[in-house]
């Protein structure tokens, strides 16, 4: 693994501080990357991107920003290929969670990344931080990173943990 200018692993460097298993980055950190929402998911152009729990409260500009972005328009549950991403729109009242996620996987490619976008803190709908902690592992996931990518919601980077090697 490469180092850093200061030394350290540019991955640990890139990816914030670490707490009980979850890493948390600012937006600036988060994949070593700037510029607009599409580009802070780490989404890259011709990018698949499937959207799952649209309602009328999401974010249209992040919409706009992924589709922008990756040149393509979002994909929804009726597509039948598989995916590079999945953004996953989530309330509080919106059902199980650990189902929703395990559903999620399904159309994922491999090394793909699903982003689960909540409301923030004190919006409708908010989805305490805990319940996704203890949903993602359940469900055969691990998350990485959360930023915030509208004025409404969070977003919440779930990967599938990677074999351990010896």
Same mark, same amino acid.
């Given at each position: 693994?490469?180092?850093?200018?200061?030394?350290?692993?540019?991955?640990?460097?890139?990816?914030? !501080?670490?707490? %009980?298993? /979850? *890493?948390? #980055?600012?937006?600036?950190?988060?994949?070593?990357?700037? =510029?607009?929402?599409?580009?802070?998911?780490?989404?890259?152009?011709?990018?698949?991107?499937?959207?799952?729990?649209?309602?009328?409260?999401?974010?249209?500009?992040?919409?706009?920003?992924?589709?922008?972005?990756?040149?393509?328009?979002?994909?929804? !549950?009726?597509? %039948?290929? /598989? *995916?590079? #991403?999945?953004?996953?729109?989530?309330?509080?009242?919106? =059902?199980?969670?650990?189902?929703?996620?395990?559903?999620?996987?399904?159309?994922?490619?491999?090394?793909?990344?699903?982003?689960?976008?909540?409301?923030?803190?004190?919006?409708?709908?908010?989805?305490?931080?805990?319940?996704?902690?203890?949903?993602?592992?359940?469900?055969?996931?691990?998350?990485?990173?959360?930023?915030?990518?509208?004025?409404?919601?969070?977003?919440?980077?779930?990967?599938?943990?990677?074999?351990?090697?010896?």
């Amino acid at each position: 693994m490469a180092e850093g200018p200061d030394g350290t692993d540019e991955h640990e460097s890139m990816m914030g !501080e670490q707490e %009980d298993g /979850v *890493v948390s #980055a600012t937006a600036g950190q988060a994949e070593g990357q700037s =510029g607009g929402p599409a580009e802070r998911l780490g989404l890259q152009p011709g990018m698949v991107v499937q959207e799952l729990g649209w309602d009328e409260d999401v974010d249209e500009d992040l919409r706009r920003s992924i589709e922008e972005h990756t040149g393509n328009e979002l994909v929804d !549950e009726d597509y %039948d290929d /598989v *995916v590079d #991403a999945v953004i996953l729109w989530w309330r509080e009242d919106d =059902g199980d969670l650990v189902d929703a996620l395990v559903d999620t996987k399904t159309d994922l490619t491999d090394g793909g990344v699903i982003w689960l976008l909540t409301p923030k803190v004190g919006r409708p709908g908010y989805v305490d931080a805990s319940e996704i902690g203890e949903a993602a592992p359940t469900a055969g996931l691990s998350t990485t990173t959360t930023l915030s990518v509208a004025p409404d919601w969070l977003a919440t980077k779930l990967v599938t943990p990677r074999a351990r090697q010896r």
